[in-house]
């Protein structure tokens, strides 16, 4: 069993920054891809960015130039460092790591972006 723990969410100003975290535990074998996913009230669940073990980078077209994902393979973690923070990047933030075709997700961590 996998368990991920996201960290670093809160409420931010217009033109912030964030640093999200995600820490997986358990038995880890082979994680893949590490990523995080957002979800509006409202809204389904969408893609920000994934990271595969090799260091290859995706990003969805709107948080590109902005948010930038990172990940340290011993440690099995991976961090979103999220700047000029926008109110539509409001949002609950889910970690997701994939290992042998599984995914395992984080509980989510809010992340408000408002004056």
């Known amino acids: 069993q996998v368990q991920l723990v996201e960290s670093g969410g809160g409420l931010v100003q217009p033109g912030g920054s964030l640093r999200l975290s995600c820490a997986a535990s358990?038995?880890?074998?082979?994680?893949?891809?590490m990523g995080w996913y957002r979800q509006a009230p409202g809204n389904q669940r969408e893609l920000v960015a994934i990271?595969?073990?090799?260091?290859?980078?995706y990003y969805a077209d709107s948080v590109k130039g902005r948010f930038t994902i990172s990940r340290d393979n011993a440690a099995n973690s991976n961090y979103l460092q999220m700047n000029s923070l926008k109110p539509e990047d409001t949002a609950v933030y889910y970690c997701?790591?994939?290992?042998?075709?599984?995914?395992?997700w984080g509980q989510g961590t809010q992340v408000t972006v408002s004056s």
């Open positions: 997701k790591a994939t290992m042998y075709n599984t995914d395992y």
């Open positions: 358990g038995i880890i074998l082979s994680i893949s891809h």
């Open positions: 990271i595969t073990s090799a260091g290859t980078t």
